[in-house]
Each structure stands twice: as structure tokens, then as C-alpha cells.
């Protein structure tokens, strides 16, 4: 593209297409998702009880995403297992941030200048996820667009994605939240970088791959560190998501009625909720305010 | 068979198996399947909520099956979603049924005699799944009886089958029932198919495919149409039904105890509720009283 | 092994290794299988309100293992309703535990002795699984010690490891236990079996397949033996688990609160409690006393 010529930034997106994720950002990703696990509520007492199911859950949520893929593809679910070292990289993780002699390796990776570089090493993890994904889908099903995003998103964010399923692991059962219902940051941005890349692959966004992933890529690395700076968790596009979803799936007050079988609410204060809820939703910070919101309806 | 060709209807049933299901049958699936999804308590929270979930079970209604069978094979269960045009039909016909400004589609489908006709034509397309499920395991594991009816049954039912994942996406889980504990009309009547055409595959049922075709079709679609405008939903083999289950697998009241660990009702009240319970199966229109009958035991 | 020449048990670790599980000890795999099935609280109830979902409960506590290392190896979850013979078998040992007139069947299987003698043979069927397993995982992934001990663990075990979902079947769900949060003794034989055959295939154990077979075998069926004629559940090799547990998964008391972000329990409370449960969970003759321990934590 002329403006990756112009600001010579082509070398360096090549570079960055053919970086190695193996080891350190890998390593990363495992360190981030089974510190994300341990600070889940209940997980410290499953890690006592049952070093096994703690593990499996830690490894549903490095591999998930490849596990879900290869499942939705009718590949071996039990392939990730084959990768003999990347498994033992990651179980090594999952032992030393649940039982580190005076939690050491814990305590130093929530050091915030540490969990910040892992977590943008994780991010960087993601477009690899996607683009694998996505490229996987494609070569079995040649412009097959919507199975590439699936696939893409499934191997991307497939440990979200399969979240009742781990929490299942864990003897915890909660069907009335999945992230298909609320879904989060990382579900969100992967699902648009599949969206992007499966669109370039079937060439109807006029963009060469390594460019797309260096975009992609600045993106979110960029954008999840000003949210652990800022402390926020505003998704930048949820203006134009609520424009979208105004325009696109609010229904109309006009017959048949607006009100579910199982309510008995009018209807203005139906629609006051829902733009309640809508605005709710978008504020990824406050699950439990959007739950109370749903439970209004 | 010779009573097709006195009654000139060998031509009809060669007709009617060569008739594709693509546009119009299909879309009358989609259409009749999305809104008896609609009609499901919850969902139109659901389609405010997340139009995304929504869809995602929108998608499982219409292609379910396909799903379903495609896990049992081994096959990509994302296969489905590699057929763009019956995927974007689908689309259509969910965008339709929930969003349409003035609700204009769904409250002309509703109008009586149309949503007749569309049950009609999604009735036809059963036969088509059930056919194409035989015959797929059939090519795969020849003189595989069970595994054809087992498929046959799985690609015209899915939908039903997998109900409690399906309401998994939209945040229900109702464990207490399935469709195997507590059989529907439509997976009844598909179990039926299935075990005709697999039993006619492996040269059991000595009748040619298309005859076999003509008249199942024939069957299901007169028989829907009859319960509709009856307003019953007695199915025509509930005495064969019973009389079979009384036979078979009535428990005799000799030696170990009829009752549960569970329970301390005495064997008197256990076998006459159980016959009670049995007469409430049979009559579809009452799942209520079925289920207070089912708590009492 | 010098061993085996030298007590002349060579040849009959060969023959043992020779031996074939059809028809006799399959049938008595399938008849102790359904028996246990009928056991559980609540399932008389259901094999009288729905004989098909009964009827599909036993075929996942005789086939549970062969279907979930398919679906681990991608291979078709259904084959197991291919081999039509066994299918057949398993079916007939269905109707005649639940449904055999004057309920025969059963109480001839449960006089002691017999039992005894069907548990033995259906222990022997186990080792067959597990190194089916483990062989069919080492052809597809040479030297995939991981995986080959987790399909090796889900051929032999895989009816307890989808208990969850078999008891979904039935219309219950109990999310809060799973065989990986508390495993019974079947299941960790079969890991133990699992992890030993795979080591041997991949050469890390030097030991030849038929002697392993023979002292594996061997030890399974007299520790059952043993269990079920002196009524305990202590599991030889409780001792060792406690000391590993003890040395590798005890968190330390500094830095990171050991506190989960649910409780306020104080830190000498929980420590005590955690001690108290292990050697509670060593005992599997009380999963309530251990249920109750749990929830205290």
C-alpha cells in the first residue's frame, strides 16, 4: 500500500508477518490466560482439591481456541496434546502460578510493568490465532467467507468462547451468561480481525496480509494498553455499534406484540430498558449493573 | 409396486423424489423454523438483547440437523455454513421474521391458510433429510442399520435433538427434559422415516426408493396438515405405541422392588400413576399436565 | 523379562495378551455395566417413562469409552453402533436387566459369587481398551505420549468421564462433581493403566506389551476382587497420591492471599480443612462426608 511505502513502514510490517510466536510469545499467552484463570473466583480452592481439573481448565484456556477449531474443522480435538513442547511450556506456567514456593512467579508477573509487556506479547498472540484460523478454513473451503470467520474467531477466541464448557471443569455451571449473549473485549476484537482478515482473504478488502497484520496488530496491542492504563474497558467502536444495532435491530412498536410470552411489562417501559441495557452492555466494566439490567426484563 | 402402477402414480412418485428443495422448500423451512423460534418464551429478549445469539439459534432451528449428523460422521460440523446461498436465505428469512419494519413478514406468515402451506412444503423437505442422512451413512457403512437410522433420524430431527443446547445459546438450560425422555411429534414421526428407509436400504422393506418417498411424504404432510386444522395433536400410532409399551417394558411386580432408592411410594400407587403417566404421553397438546404427572412419581 | 521365564509365566502372559473379549467377556462388560446403571437413584423411573432414553444411558455406560476417544481422534462417534453384533448383545443385556419377566436376569447377576466373577471379566476388558487406545493414538501420533495417555484414559474410563452428560440423558444435572474434581477408583486405574502402557509404547519403560498386559490385568481384577470381598474402597496406592499431593500441590502460606476472592475464611482455618478433605477424598467410601467437607471450604 502507498502508505506503507511512504512512511517505510513495509519492511517493518514484513518483519512482524514473520515473527516467530515460538517461545517467549507463547509463553506469554500462557502466563497471562492461567493468571486470568487463578484470579476467577473459586479456582484457588480447585487448585487444592484437584490439581488435575485445575490443570485441564489452565489448558482450555491456552488451547481452547485451537481445540474449538479443530473440533468445528473435524480435525483431532487431542491435537494440541501432539505438541509435546508447547504443552509442557504451558503446564509448567499453570504449576508455577498456582504452586511457585512463595508464589514467586505470580507475584513478579502482576508486577504491572510485567503484566503490561505480557499482555501486549499476548495481544500479538491473537493475530496469529486468527490468520492461522482463517487461512486454515480457507484452504478446505475455497471462499467459503462465513465458515473462515467462524473458524477464525472460533481459534482466536475459542477459550471465551467455550467458557461454560471450562467452567463445567471447574463444577461451575452458569447457562444464563455465555459470550454469545455478552460478549466480551477479547471476543469482540477478535471477531472484527476475523471478520477483516477473512474479507482480505476472499480478496473483497483490496489489502496485502502483511499489512492487514501489522494494523490489526498495532490495534490491539495499542488499544488493550490504554485500557489497562486508563483503566478503562470502552471499546472504541461502540458508538458506531449502537448506530449499527439502532438502526439495524430495534423492533418496530407496530403489531405483533413487543412483549414475550413470559412478561407482562407495557411496552414504554420495555423499550426504556432495553436502551438501558444497550447502553449497559456496551460498558464491559459493570457485568453485574447488565445483569441486574436483564433481569429487569 | 404394482399398486402404483394401477393407480398411475408411478410417474407422481418419480416426480416428487427428483423435486428439489432448493429455492422454495427450503425457504419454507427456514421461514416456519425461525418462527416457531420466535414463539419460544424468552427469545424476543433474546433478539433485543443480542441479535447475535439470536441468530446463532435462528441458525440451529434451520440447519440443526445437518449439524448434528455432521458430528456423528465425523464430518465439519461448520459444513453447513460453506453453502452461502441456503446460508444467506436463512439469514434473510431470521432478519425477516424479527426485525422487518411494521413486523410485516411473520404477520403474513402467521395469516392461517400460508403458514398451512409453508408447514406443508417444511414437511416435504423432512423427508428429503431423512433420505440424505440414510443414505450418507449408508455409503459409509454398508449394511450398517443402526448408524443409518441413528444418522437418517439425527439429520430430520437435529434440531429437536440437540433443543438443549440450542436453549443453551440463549441462556436456558432445562436439563429435567429432552427429546428422548419426553418425544415430540416431529422427532417421533422422523424416528419413523428413518427406520422405513433404513430398513428399505438394506433390502428389509422390499419397496423401491421413490415409492417409499411418495408415500412417507404423503403421510407426514397430511398428517401435520390434519393436526392443524383440527387443532389436535394426537398421533396416529399412540395405540399401537401403547399397546408395544405395555408389552415390552412394563416392569413385573415380582422379586426385586419397583421402587427407586429414591422414592417410598408404595407399588400400588407407583403402577397406577406410571399408567396414568403413560395415557398423558400420548397426548402431546398437554406437556404441562404430563410434567405434574412425571413429579408425582 | 527374567522375571516371567523364570516363574514360567511367559507363556501365559501370551495367552492372556491372545485372548478375546468376545463374546464372553464383552457380555459380562455390558451386564455389570447396566447394572450399575440401575443402580443410580432414579433411573427405574426412567427406564418405565422413557425406555429409549434408558436404552441410550446403557449404551454410554457400555460404549461411553469407544465414543469419547472417537470424538478425541476425530474419528465418527457413531461407529460404535456399526458393530452390530455387540450392539446387539449390549441391547439384549439392556432388556434383560431392566425388563426380564419375574426380573430374573438381575437377581441371578447380583447373587454375590456371579457378580463377583462378571466384575473380574469386565476388569479384564479394561486393559484390552486401554491399550486399544493407546496403540490407536501411538499410529496416529508416533512418540505423542500425552495424547496417547489421554485417549488411552478415555477408551477405558470414558463412561465416567461423560457421566455429566449421561446423567443429561436421563433429565439430571449435577454440574458441582466431575470425574476430573473427584475421581472414582475405576477411573484412576485406568489412568494409571494409561499412563504405564504409554510409556512402555514409547519406550520409556522397558517392558514387553504382553508381560505389562499380564501384571496390569492381574492387579486390576485382585484389587477388585479385594475391594468388593473385604467392602472397602481404599485404593492401594493412597498413601503415595497423599505424599505427592502434599509435596507438589500444597499452596505455601506467604505473599498472595490463599484466600479465594469468595470466602473470608482465615488462612490456619482453610489450611486445616484442606488436610482434612484430602484425607477425605482418599477414602471413597464417603463422597458425601467429603460433598459436606467441600462445602465448608
Chains 1, 2, 3 share one sequence.
Not at 512512511?7 to 508477518?17: D, I, K, T
Not at 480447585?46 to 481456541?65: H, I, K, R
Request: glycine share 6%.
Amino acid at each position: 500500500m502507498d502508505v506503507f511505502e511512504i512512511l517505510n513502514l513495509n519492511e517493518l510490517a514484513l518483519g512482524l508477518s514473520n515473527l516467530s510466536m515460538f517461545p517467549y510469545f507463547d509463553m506469554a499467552h500462557y502466563i497471562i490466560s492461567v493468571m486470568s484463570l487463578r484470579e476467577q473466583p473459586g479456582v484457588l480452592t480447585v487448585s487444592q482439591l484437584s490439581p488435575l481439573a485445575c490443570w485441564f481448565s489452565s489448558m482450555l484456556y491456552c488451547f481452547g481456541g485451537a481445540v474449538l477449531s479443530a473440533l468445528m474443522m473435524a480435525d483431532a480435538p487431542v491435537a494440541p496434546l501432539s505438541n509435546t513442547t508447547n504443552l509442557l511450556i504451558a503446564s509448567l506456567m499453570w504449576y508455577l502460578v498456582f504452586y511457585c514456593p512463595l508464589d514467586a512467579v505470580y507475584s513478579l508477573a502482576s508486577v504491572w510493568p510485567i503484566r503490561l509487556v505480557l499482555t501486549g506479547m499476548k495481544e500479538v498472540t491473537r493475530t496469529w490465532k486468527v490468520v492461522g484460523g482463517v487461512t486454515q478454513a480457507g484452504r478446505k473451503y475455497k471462499d467459503g467467507l462465513f465458515v473462515m470467520i467462524a473458524v477464525g474467531w472460533a481459534k482466536g477466541a475459542g477459550g471465551g468462547l467455550i467458557s461454560n464448557f471450562e467452567q463445567l471443569v471447574r463444577g461451575i455451571w452458569k447457562p444464563e451468561t455465555n459470550e454469545l449473549l455478552k460478549m466480551s473485549y477479547p471476543t469482540k476484537v477478535t471477531l472484527l480481525g476475523s471478520v477483516l482478515f477473512s474479507l482480505q482473504q476472499c480478496r473483497f478488502l483490496p489489502m496485502q496480509t502483511h499489512h492487514l497484520i501489522f494494523i490489526y496488530t498495532i490495534f490491539i496491542v495499542t488499544n488493550k494498553m490504554r485500557m489497562m492504563i486508563m483503566g478503562s474497558s470502552s471499546y472504541p467502536f461502540s458508538s458506531l455499534e449502537s448506530v449499527l444495532y439502532k438502526t439495524l435491530f430495534v423492533r418496530p412498536l407496530t403489531f405483533s406484540p413487543l412483549i414475550d410470552s413470559t412478561q407482562g411489562s407495557d411496552q414504554t417501559l420495555k423499550n426504556s430498558s432495553i436502551s438501558e441495557q444497550k447502553s449497559n452492555n456496551t460498558d464491559q466494566r459493570n457485568p453485574e449493573e447488565a445483569k441486574n439490567a436483564k433481569k429487569k426484563d
